[in-house]
């Protein structure tokens, strides 16, 4: 690799493309980027909050952001929700910021984007944590950690359609029903324990660790 850039660099060095020119431009390029996600974090803290552990973005405000802002506040909120170290790009971020524009409800980097009346709701997606498991006391899907009453054959897992229907109190929550899907419960074996954030509580409370200070200082850190 070193060889064939030694090369590239000898082909553009008569053009006037040598390495100092071209580190000057990554220089002013990576410049450029900083002052977007700083626009982008002043973007995010006018519409954006965290609702129990979803990322909700006033759509109104969204569709008023220019591209590239909107871009980056939405790659930001989805790799909060996710987890994930990157957000995603390209023609996945297009055909997402078309949906958006549209109205329409889109999964997209293990995260559901929902319109709710006049926020984009971002939510983790149920299939992207059906199959997690986590002991008591254990961060289950890198962001929710449980603690309550100590017994035995305890776990934690998503809640699921199946465990929402054990929860009646779960419409007073006001959360959507697909959050609450995704949200993290106690379970052994296939009996259903508690659920927090679906008003099931029983001696246990959920405690989320990337909290609203860590989505907006995410804009910063790169």
Same mark, same amino acid.
């Given at each position: 690799?070193?060889?064939?850039?030694?090369?590239?660099?000898?082909?553009?060095?008569?053009?006037?493309?040598?390495?100092?020119?071209?580190?000057?431009?990554?220089?002013?390029?990576?410049?450029?980027?900083?002052?977007?996600?700083?626009?982008?974090?002043?973007?995010?803290?006018?519409?954006?909050?965290?609702?129990?552990?979803?990322?909700?973005?006033?759509?109104?405000?969204?569709?008023?952001?220019?591209?590239?802002?909107?871009?980056?506040?939405?790659?930001?909120?989805?790799?909060?929700?996710?987890?994930?170290?990157?957000?995603?790009?390209?023609?996945?971020?297009?055909?997402?910021?078309?949906?958006?524009?549209?109205?329409?409800?889109?999964?997209?980097?293990?995260?559901?984007?929902?319109?709710?009346?006049?926020?984009?709701?971002?939510?983790?997606?149920?299939?992207?944590? +059906?199959?997690?498991?986590? #002991?008591?006391? $254990? %961060? /289950?899907? @890198?962001?929710?950690?449980?603690?309550? &009453?100590?017994?035995?054959?305890?776990?934690?897992?998503?809640?699921?359609?199946?465990?929402?229907?054990?929860?009646?109190?779960?419409?007073?929550?006001?959360?959507? +029903?697909?959050?609450?899907? #995704?949200?993290? $419960? %106690? /379970?052994? @074996?296939?009996?259903?324990?508690?659920? &927090?954030?679906?008003?099931?509580?029983?001696?246990?409370?959920?405690?989320?660790?990337?909290?609203?200070?860590?989505?907006?200082?995410?804009?910063?850190?790169?």
């Amino acid at each position: 690799e070193r060889v064939r850039a030694r090369q590239a660099l000898a082909q553009l060095e008569p053009l006037g493309l040598g390495a100092a020119q071209l580190a000057h431009v990554a220089h002013h390029m990576a410049d450029v980027r900083d002052t977007l996600y700083h626009y982008a974090l002043d973007a995010a803290r006018g519409i954006a909050r965290i609702e129990e552990g979803d990322v909700l973005l006033n759509r109104a405000g969204f569709l008023s952001l220019p591209p590239e802002i909107a871009r980056r506040v939405m790659q930001e909120s989805l790799k909060w929700v996710s987890g994930s170290a990157y957000g995603p790009r390209g023609r996945a971020m297009e055909g997402l910021l078309a949906a958006v524009a549209h109205g329409d409800d889109k999964t997209l980097h293990g995260c559901l984007i929902q319109q709710k009346g006049q926020d984009l709701r971002i939510i983790r997606e149920y299939s992207a944590v +059906a199959d997690q498991r986590a #002991a008591v006391g $254990a %961060v /289950w899907d @890198g962001r929710w950690r449980l603690s309550g &009453p100590t017994e035995t054959g305890l776990f934690i897992a998503a809640l699921g359609k199946k465990g929402a229907r054990q929860c009646p109190e779960r419409q007073k929550t006001g959360l959507p +029903a697909a959050s609450l899907w #995704a949200s993290p $419960a %106690v /379970w052994s @074996g296939e009996n259903l324990i508690a659920a &927090p954030l679906a008003g099931l509580k029983n001696g246990w409370s959920a405690h989320l660790l990337r909290d609203e200070k860590a989505y907006f200082d995410a804009f910063l850190s790169h």
